[in-house]
């Protein structure tokens, strides 16, 4: 398991797009739990969808969203899921906002959520949180953000 701080070199902070592009659409392969986010597409149809206190999109619904419209997520945790997991297991496990944000600073790197293979975090318009559960993805992540750090050596720069 790898992760990856994007927090440095980009214009602003959370570009899924690009993000998307860089790690091949893979995104396109899962299901996505969205929570504790704060966005503003202008797309209404989007602001409905992303209404609440969390989402669940397939892959190819959340990547169409983001090649219409690249949004800016200020703030944001989304959980990637494979397509067989229901939202209603995904949803079994007692998970809040304030508490994945609060993990994310522990080591080892990990995923806050034990179901999912991907966690993407948007921190405060300021920084990307990229975690995956396969090396090469975050490898794949780190050549189209030469300047993304390694998460556990930034973690260890911060305690």
Same mark, same amino acid.
């Given at each position: %398991? !790898?992760?990856? %701080? /994007?927090?440095?070199?980009? *214009?602003?902070?959370?570009?899924l797009?690009k993000?998307?592009?860089?790690? $091949?659409?893979?995104? =396109? #392969?899962? #299901? &996505?739990? /969205?929570?504790?986010?704060?966005?503003? *597409?202008? #797309?209404e149809?989007?602001? !409905?969808?992303?209404?609440?206190?969390?989402?669940?999109? $397939?892959?190819e619904?959340?990547?169409? %969203?983001?090649e #219409?419209?690249?949004?800016? &997520?200020?703030?944001?945790?989304?959980?990637?899921?494979?397509?067989?997991? $229901? =939202?209603?297991?995904?949803?079994?496990?007692?998970?809040?906002?304030? @508490?994945?944000? @609060?993990?994310?600073? =522990? =080591?080892?790197?990990?995923?806050?959520? *034990?179901?999912?293979?991907?966690? /993407?975090?948007?921190?405060?318009?300021? @920084?990307?949180?990229?975690? $995956?559960?396969?090396?090469s993805?975050?490898?794949?992540?780190?050549?189209?953000? *030469?300047?993304?750090?390694?998460?556990? @050596?930034?973690?260890?720069? /911060?305690?």
């Open positions: %398991m !790898k992760g990856a %701080m /994007i927090d440095q070199g980009e *214009p602003y902070f959370t570009h797009k993000i998307f592009h860089t790690i $091949s659409h893979i995104e =396109k #392969n899962y #299901n &996505w739990l /969205i929570l504790g986010h704060e966005c503003y *597409p202008q #797309n149809e989007y602001k !409905k969808i992303l209404a609440g206190d969390y989402c669940w999109l $397939s892959g619904l959340l990547t169409e %969203m983001i #219409n419209e690249d949004f800016q &997520w200020i703030w944001g945790i989304l959980f990637a899921f494979d397509r067989q997991v $229901s =939202k209603q297991e995904v949803l079994q496990y007692d998970i809040s906002g304030s @508490a994945v944000y @609060a993990d994310l600073w =522990k =080591k080892p790197v990990s995923i806050y959520h *034990p179901s999912a293979h991907i966690e /993407i975090v948007a921190w405060d318009s300021t @920084a990307t949180i990229f975690i $995956s559960e396969q090396d993805v975050i490898d794949g992540l780190k050549k189209g953000y *030469p300047l993304a750090e390694d998460l556990e @050596a930034y973690i260890s720069t /911060i305690q």
